[in-house]
C-alpha cells in the first residue's frame, strides 16, 4: 500500500504527464485526441487537488504538533516537484 506522499508524487507525475501531452498535442491539432486528453488532464488535476486538500486537513494538525517534521515534509515536496518540473 502506498503513503499518502508517495500516492501524492504519483498524482503529480501524472498531472505532468497530461499537461506536457496536452501541450504536445494542441501544437497543431483539433479534434476528438485533443479532447480525450483535456479530459484526463482535468481528472488528473482534479484527483491531485482533492489530495492535497485531503493531506493538508491531516497535516494542519500535525504541523501544530511536529513543525519541524512539517518543514522537513515541505522541503522534500518541494524538492521533488522542483525536480519534476526542471524534466523538461
Do not use: Y
Amino acid at each position: 500500500m502506498q503513503s499518502p506522499s508517495e500516492k501524492l508524487v504519483q498524482d503529480l507525475r501524472a498531472v505532468i504527464g497530461d499537461a506536457e501531452e496536452l501541450l504536445e498535442a494542441t501544437a497543431g491539432q483539433s479534434g476528438e485526441r485533443i479532447g480525450d486528453i483535456r479530459a484526463r488532464a482535468e481528472k488528473s488535476v482534479r484527483a491531485a487537488r482533492e489530495r492535497l486538500q485531503a493531506a493538508a486537513h491531516d497535516f494542519n494538525g500535525s504541523v501544530h504538533d511536529s513543525p519541524w517534521t512539517a518543514v522537513g515534509i515541505a522541503a522534500g515536496v518541494g524538492l521533488v516537484a522542483g525536480i519534476l518540473l526542471a524534466r523538461k
